[in-house]
């Protein structure tokens, strides 16, 4: 049971040194111009941190199996269904998160402008008056 326990907090600590490292990696706003190659490096980075969320899936959830397992053998309530749920939610909003910088304002044409609409991510070319 011992080992079962401190097999259960490694990885819960792991999951928790992976989470905080991925709210730094999602904090930084994308910046909104910048030139073509600085675009498609963003958007390399946005689904590369994606991909990590995906991967991260896996060992969510064997940790919630674990938990669960936990909580029928000792009743811990540091492995309780609330417990479960916050770190369940936890990684949903990180997932979320990285979902978002994937495609909020990363249209690679460079004479377009960004918006910053999650739901737009790219409108029309600016239309500059004539100065004459």
């Not at 770190?87 to 690679?108: F, P, R, S, T």
Request: hydrophobic letters at 40%.
């Amino acid at each position: 049971m011992w080992l079962h326990w401190s097999e259960y907090l490694l990885a819960r600590d792991e999951f928790y040194r992976w989470f905080q490292k991925m709210t730094v990696a999602l904090e930084p706003p994308v910046e909104l111009q910048l030139g073509l190659k600085e675009k498609q490096w963003q958007l390399s980075h946005a689904q590369v941190l994606l991909h990590n969320v995906d991967n991260q899936a896996v060992l969510l959830d064997r940790l919630l199996e674990e938990a669960a397992s936990l909580l029928n053998r000792i009743g811990d309530p540091s492995v309780d269904e609330d417990a479960q749920k916050r770190m369940k939610a936890e990684y949903d909003a990180v997932k979320a998160k990285a979902q978002v910088g994937e495609g909020e304002g990363l249209c690679l044409h460079p004479s377009i402008r960004f918006s910053t609409h999650p739901a737009i991510i790219c409108s029309l070319p600016f239309i500059h008056p004539s100065p004459w």
